[in-house]
T-cell receptor, first 105, second 113 residues
Framework: AQRVTQPEKLLSVFKGAPVELKCNYS??????LFWYVQYSRQRLQLLLR??SRESIKGFTADLNKGETSFHLKKPFAQEEDSAMYYC???????FGAGTTVTVRA | NAGVTQTPKFQVLKTGQSMTLQCAQD?????MYWYRQDPGMGLRLIYY???????DKGEVPNGYNVSRLNKREFSLRLESAAPSQTSVYFC????????????FGPGTRLTVL
């Protein structure tokens, strides 16, 4: 069963527009959730994790246990945000299918 | 520090051939992982090693074997490659298991004909 769902495979936004990547998870315990990013020709790397409560590169993500969601948001997308984004859950080291974001000028 | 390194970067095999993918980390991490990345399926865990001397199955272990050679190295072996094993393979490591940030290698692109 898919424990982490990212419903959008592709997301295209204009530069300066808000962007939101959806992530829902299935886990009844206390989850640790992550967003990883893979820029073109670079390795997969951590963007942010919920326990840190940080804003990285203008991105934030809030854990909503009631909706079992951990959506990633940025108010003003930049061209350098174009990448593949993965949501991940610590339970069974589960990753979502990924969302490819393209930011157009 | 090189972080997590993987060899080879690319490999083409014929069905039935065997090969070993190598992974090494220089961060003194306890835990190491092997994933495969397939379009539309994200990353799926094949095997992991929580600490030196231990290995455990992940979500998709069939057709693979692993060896945690020492704290630095964790290899993935395909004994008899099949076309369904065509994928990009990533190795990762971290210090404190599933709740800790993982550090990934650059990946190995494997094609099985």
């Amino acid at each position: 069963a898919q424990r982490v769902t990212q419903p959008e495979k592709l997301l295209s936004v204009f530069k300066g527009a808000p962007v939101e990547l959806k992530c829902n998870y299935s886990y009844s315990g206390s989850p640790e959730l992550f967003w990883y990013v893979q820029y073109s020709r670079q390795r997969l790397q951590l963007l942010l994790r919920h326990i840190s409560r940080e804003s990285i590169k203008g991105f934030t993500a809030d854990l909503n246990k009631g909706e079992t969601s951990f959506h990633l948001k940025k108010p003003f997308a930049q061209e350098e945000d174009s990448a593949m984004y993965y949501c991940a859950l610590d339970y069974k080291l589960s990753f979502g299918a990924g969302t490819t974001v393209t930011v157009r000028a | 520090n090189a972080g997590v390194t993987q060899t080879p970067k690319f490999q083409v095999l014929k069905t039935g051939q065997s090969m070993t993918l190598q992974c090494a980390q220089d961060m003194n991490h306890n835990s190491m992982y092997w994933y495969r990345q397939d379009p539309g399926m994200g990353l799926r865990l094949i095997y992991y090693s929580a600490s030196e001397g231990t290995t455990d199955k992940g979500e998709v272990p069939n057709g693979y074997n692993v060896s945690r050679l020492n704290k630095r190295e964790f290899s993935l072996r395909l004994e008899s490659a099949a076309p369904s094993q065509t994928s990009v393979y990533f190795c990762a490591s971290n210090d404190q298991g599933s709740t800790d940030t993982q550090y990934f290698g650059p990946g190995t692109r494997l094609t099985v004909l």
